[in-house]
């Protein structure tokens, strides 16, 4: 593949600043046609094949940026998309300022002394709704956790505004099998992120219940998934 | 301006034309404090307080931006209103006697939307991927919504009868007589950039990039254009 590879974005990337790094990515904070951006830099990974390599990361990129749109087209918040550089493979992202990650509102409301139970269960009931809009989009995320979604500040007719992030997995599915592991997903990384909160996500997925217009298959698929683990093949 | 004018004899004007720096930062902001810095003061300082808001004037006009990607080429924006010569201007551009992109402003609603365009643009010239022969049919081609060449150049390109012109250059060095030269060409008259978003055919533009009204209720317009212009490659 003799592809021109565009340096333009390593080179802006190396005077960013770094904010995190994953396995499959790293992203960082840099200002982009003046505005504050979040760029998502997928590298290559040496132990694959090259082409195989090139071919994942690619679909991928696309993935991702497909399914930020499909969010948006149905009313969920996600960050906006600037530009994509399929070369290097770098997503640059509105970067959602005056935000924490759900995952640190949920510590710090249980930090305080005075439990405000009743904050807590009106965050997980919006979560839920807000799962099952993507979900009725056919959205599968692939990676749910409370750090995955942020939020914006609380509106004033006192709703919480939740941008989801973080689409480096996800697909497109109508299958009750991948939604049902999407939520099995994040129960497990909800009940060990937060513990003693098993009553709080089961109001999550009551919301969920009640939200979304195919929750039932989605629900059944949930309690199988729950006695056999999120792989469905017990190949290999 | 006007209130410049008639302080100052003709002479001191020839002279401040003369005298006006291509580049200068202005410390007034408004033409009341104007009457202030002028008292008591030499030829030599009052000629170089006015110009400073001389220039500011005419640099507020268009709207350059550097880009970040590429640290050696900035993108330069000018509107224009009652323009007249649409047609001829059109006719020069696909000649190529003009080297700018001409977008027709009811179909932008903010400056940045072509930046990101431009940005686009650039990009894909220097990866070899562009999808039309310029780079700047490339800019107009990059804030359709879909992959039509043609009806990309219908919908955001002037024509003929059109009464407003974004201008928009990508250049390496000072701009200034790019834009005097762009400025001689387009007889109409030149408006701040930012005031595209009041030339801006909204309806139009939601039908276009398909901008649902659950989409609006979460994110500015703005936002869902420049989404779809990003992403459409792989749509």
């Known amino acids: ?236 | 301006m006007i209130i410049i004018l008639i302080l100052m004899p003709q002479s001191n004007f020839i002279a401040l034309l003369k005298h006006c720096p291509q580049k200068g930062t202005s410390l007034l902001s408004g033409v009341t404090v104007l009457w202030f810095p002028l008292c008591g003061r030499s030829r030599e300082a009052r000629l170089k307080v006015i110009s400073q808001l001389f220039v500011k004037q005419l640099s507020s006009m268009h709207l350059t931006h550097k880009l970040e990607l590429f640290p050696d080429q900035k993108v330069t924006q000018m509107l224009f209103k009652e323009v007249k010569n649409a047609a001829e201007l059109r006719q020069s551009a696909v000649e190529g006697k003009i080297n700018a992109a001409l977008i027709n402003p009811t179909m932008l609603v903010n400056p940045f939307q072509v930046l990101v365009a431009a940005n686009k643009a650039v990009h894909l010239q220097k990866t070899g991927k562009m999808k039309t022969r310029s780079l700047y049919s490339e800019i107009i081609f990059n804030l359709s919504p879909n992959n039509n060449i043609s009806e990309a150049f219908k919908r955001f390109g002037i024509s003929d009868g059109d009464t407003s012109v974004m201008v928009v250059l990508v250049h390496s060095e000072d701009e200034s007589k790019l834009l005097a030269d762009i400025t001689a060409r387009v007889s109409g008259q030149q408006v701040p950039v930012e005031d595209v978003s009041s030339l801006s055919d909204q309806a139009k533009i939601k039908k276009l990039y398909k901008v649902t009204p659950l989409e609006e209720k979460s994110g500015t317009l703005l936002d869902a254009v420049v989404c779809r212009m990003a992403i459409k490659d792989v749509m």
């Open chain 1, 1 to 236: 593949m003799a592809q021109e590879k565009s340096m333009a974005a390593p080179d802006l990337l190396r005077r960013a600043k770094l904010l995190k790094q994953g396995a499959e990515a790293r992203v960082y904070r840099a200002e982009f046609l003046g505005k504050p951006t979040i760029v998502k830099e997928r590298f290559p990974k040496r132990y694959r094949h090259p082409v195989l390599d090139e071919k994942l990361t690619h679909r991928r990129t696309v993935q991702e940026v497909r399914s930020i749109l499909r969010c948006r087209r149905a009313g969920i918040s996600a960050p906006v998309v600037y530009f994509v550089d399929y070369t290097s493979h770098c997503i640059f992202l509105e970067e959602i300022i005056c935000s924490i990650t759900v995952r640190d509102h949920i510590a710090s409301i249980q930090q305080c002394d005075t439990s405000k139970d009743s904050e807590l269960e009106q965050l997980a009931e919006r979560v839920g709704q807000i799962l099952a809009k993507m979900h009725d989009e056919d959205v599968v995320h692939g990676d749910l956790t409370t750090s995955n979604i942020l939020l914006r500040r609380i509106t004033e007719s006192g709703e919480y505004d939740l941008v989801l992030i973080d689409f480096g997995l996800s697909y497109i599915s109508a299958l009750p099998e991948d939604k049902g592991v999407d939520l099995y997903v994040l129960e497990k990384a909800f009940l060990s992120t937060h513990p003693n909160t098993e009553a709080l996500f089961e109001k999550l997925l009551k919301s969920y219940t009640a939200s979304s217009k195919k929750s039932s298959a989605v629900i059944k698929k949930l309690d199988e998934v729950r006695l056999r683990g999120r792989k469905r093949s017990m190949v290999g």
